[in-house]
Structure formats: structure tokens, C-alpha cells
């Protein structure tokens, strides 16, 4: 009877851990606050996989995550990054600490052995589109989303 129960104590840890760990929230910073709404925020369902990585000062930050756990973007390769949630400090654009953050992320692909990685942008985001340009990203794909607005995939292979 004890072993039954020690079966079953077990099994509901398991259980729990498991719920608890595909339910992870995504590490909410004042940073990522100013640069996305919580609608924004709360949509993306990858979180538990990615893994933040911040900027110089900790004026930027974005979520790294790895391609083969994704199924709502274009698959280049199983073995690359989605960028998401990239932002920079309104209070320190245009003083390299974008260009900082993306050559991190660069560098990790690259020691990690990554193929590509992969963002997506607004169209209409030209600062944004300017920076990923600059950083060697080309256009792979352009669609609108659920409200109608245009989105462009950037792909920068490694």
C-alpha cells in the first residue's frame, strides 16, 4: 500500500513539474515593458525555450530561441535562432546599442554553430529595418498578420 502511494506521489511531481515548466511566463523587464505591450508580450508561446540575452549597460535585451521548437514562423533550418523581443532603451537608440546586441547574438550563433537566425519586424519599423540591414540581415518573407499588418521575416545566415 505505502509503494502504491509512493507511485502515486510520484507520478503527481512529475505531472506538476512538467505542467509547470510548459507554463513558464516570459521574464518580464521594464525594458521589454516600454518597447512591447502585454498583448504583445503574452503571445508568444516559446518562452520556456528561449533564453534572454542582454546588451551593454543592459540597455537592450532580446529572446534568443531555437528554431525547432517553433511552428508559427518560416523554417529555414531546425538549427538556427528566433529573435524576438529585441528592444532597445528609447533613452539610448542610435548609440550603437542595438548593433551591440545584435553581434552578441551573432557570436553565440556562431560559438553554438548555428545555420541562421531569423526575426520578424513591422514594415513600417524603419529604424528597426535599418539596424538589421546594416547587421547583414536580407528579406526572406513578407505577410500580414491577424490585424492586417505587414510583417516582414529577416534571415541573416551564418
Not at 500580414?144 to 505587414?150: A, H, P, Q
Request: charged letters at 20%; a positive charge.
Amino acid at each position: 500500500m505505502i509503494f502504491i502511494i509512493f507511485i502515486i506521489l510520484i507520478i503527481a511531481i512529475l505531472f506538476f513539474n512538467h505542467t509547470k515548466k510548459n507554463n513558464i511566463a516570459p521574464i518580464k523587464t521594464d525594458l521589454i515593458n516600454t518597447c512591447f505591450s502585454e498583448i504583445e508580450i503574452n503571445s508568444f508561446k516559446y518562452y520556456n525555450f528561449s533564453k534572454i540575452i542582454y546588451g551593454k549597460d543592459n540597455k537592450s535585451v532580446c529572446y534568443l530561441t531555437p528554431t525547432n521548437v517553433l511552428n508559427e514562423i518560416p523554417i529555414i533550418s531546425w538549427n538556427g535562432y528566433y529573435i524576438n523581443n529585441f528592444c532597445v532603451d528609447m533613452d539610448y537608440r542610435r548609440e550603437g546599442h542595438g548593433s551591440f546586441l545584435i553581434n552578441k547574438v551573432i557570436n553565440i550563433a556562431r560559438n553554438e554553430q548555428k545555420d541562421h537566425l531569423i526575426l520578424q519586424v513591422d514594415d513600417k519599423n524603419n529604424s528597426a529595418k535599418q539596424l538589421y540591414y546594416k547587421m547583414g540581415f536580407t528579406d526572406y518573407f513578407k505577410g500580414s498578420d491577424e490585424n492586417n499588418n505587414m510583417k516582414l521575416f529577416l534571415v541573416k545566415y551564418l
